[in-house]
Every structure is written in C-alpha cells, then in structure tokens.
C-alpha cells in the first residue's frame, strides 16, 4: 500500500517507509498544464498552454519537482520508480507529453529499476498499442499486469528481465497458485480472443468515438470541467466553477452516479476529490452501447441541473 498516494487508502498509522511520491503530473488540476500536453483527442478547454514543437513545458515544471524529490528527499542510490501510464483510481489522469522518458532517465541515472503498472492500461485497452508505457515512448524494467489479463478470472502477473528474475532465486519464493494450468489456459484463450478478434482496434475506434460523444457533453454541461483519455479508458470530471476548477461536492458527483445505476449505466468513480466518472466498459462494445451510454449521461446531467434550478428558485 505504500506506493499509493490515494487518502481513501491511507490508514492512520505509518505505514508507508521508503515510498516518497512525487508531485502528481495533472495538467488539468496540477499546477501547470493546458491545451497541448495529452496524449489524447480532447485537450484542457480552460487552461491556456505555452508548449511548441512539440515540447511540452508543464512536463518540464513536473520533472523539476521530481529533481527536488530525488535531490533532498532521497538516498543517492534508489530501489525504483513506479507509474500508471494513465492513472486509473487516480481518476483516469493522463501525464504530460515527455515526463515519462524524463522520469525514466533521472531513475536509472540513480540505479533504479523503472516499474510499470499496466492493471489497467494494458491489454489494448489504450487502443494505440498493447501497452500503455508504449505509447510514452519508454521501455521499463518490470511490467505488472492483471485485470484485462484474465478477462474476469483472477489472475495476473509480472514481467521482468532476466538479470532482475535471477535475483529471486537468492532465497526461497513461492506463490501458492502460481502458474496453475486453469489460469495459464484462460490467459492465451484471453490472448487469442485480442487478436482474432481485433479488441486493441476496437478500443480504438469506438473509444475515439466515446470521446467526442463525451466532448459534446463538455461543452453542454459547464459541471463537467474535462473529459480525458485514450482508447477505451476515458475520464469525465465534474466541477462546481469551470474557472477555478473546483471539484463538485461529493454529494451531488454520487447523486449523478446514482441516477445514471438506475438509468442502467454503471460506470467507476475515482480521482484524489472523488469527482471523476472511470469510464472503461467491456472492450467489445458497440456504438449503440455507447449512445446508451451517453445519453443515460446526458439525462442525468439534464436531471442534476433541474434540482439545482429548482433549489434556486426556493
């Protein structure tokens, strides 16, 4: 639990020794950001950006805190660095173009290992390639995935070099359900399905579809501040002043939720105020499935607005 920085996962007692987070890369909520520095069909609306030639500036800002971190915070000499491509609890939060090539570079200049966390990005679910860290431009050290790897069934697994695996073999490992013929059959099936069936294309197509579906409700909607993301992980994150971009109040980001269950759309929640609806549906989704989708968003929406308006008027 040490590597989260999330509140609702932090418990009163010390518990995290070693683990320093550094400054959370969100263009959007995060000190420096704007228009330019995703990765992603829709961009910051309300922020303005001085990134050029493809240079993005809010990433340079955000590797100059992680140099402060690494500089007064940390022994020259560190274990590694772990990242989401694209957070997923975090709220779907996309980092800078550039920052990870950047952070990878400053880790392994201090004898680090660069650790991706692919639980949720990975498996084709970004749509541009099989992995998240692909599309960064970046090659880690360690690759943890799960999830998308069992396609419902428990599983997952981790993924390293040769020269890191032998340091297992210096004392006794064992994993009680490790490497199980049942698990194993159902992680090619899952494999095979990807491939035959095009998914990874899939998730790209209909998700650039989803996300300009999502763009109109943006520019409908002034609670909904940004909508992010690539493939088939997307993000909508809801603001009480698009100017400020002030969450809105838990209350009324879960009466929304609510009213979208039982309009009969389920969809996650996350970021570090609980205003992001997580938007990652079955990679074999359709069009239709998407118009449903939007339009149970949109009713809601509509329904939130009415008791705001109703509530004014009293």
Known sequence: MGTTAMNPWIYEVPGRFGFHQTMNPDVYQGLWGGSKCRVSL??????????QDGKCSASDKYIEQMEDLLRYSLPKKIAGFVAEYAQGVGGV??????FLPQAYELVRQRGGVCIADEVQTGFG???????GFQS????????????????????AAVVTTPEIAETMSKALHANTFGGNPMACAIGMAVLDVIEDEGIQERAKQIGGYFIKKLMKLRDDFNIVGDVRGQGLMLGLELVADRASRIPLPVAQVNKIWEDCKEMGLLIGKGGIFGSVYRIKPPMCITEADVDFAVAVLQRALEMHQERVTTKTSH
């Open 125 to 131: 679910r970004t749509g541009d390639h099989f992995w």
């Open 42 to 51: 829709s961009q910051v609306v309300d922020r303005t950006c001085d990134c």
């Open 136 to 155: 960064a431009g970046v090659m880690p050290d360690i690759v943890t995935m799960a999830k998308g790897i069992g396609n419902g069934f428990p599983m």
């Open 93 to 98: 939060i996309q980092m800078p173009r550039g």
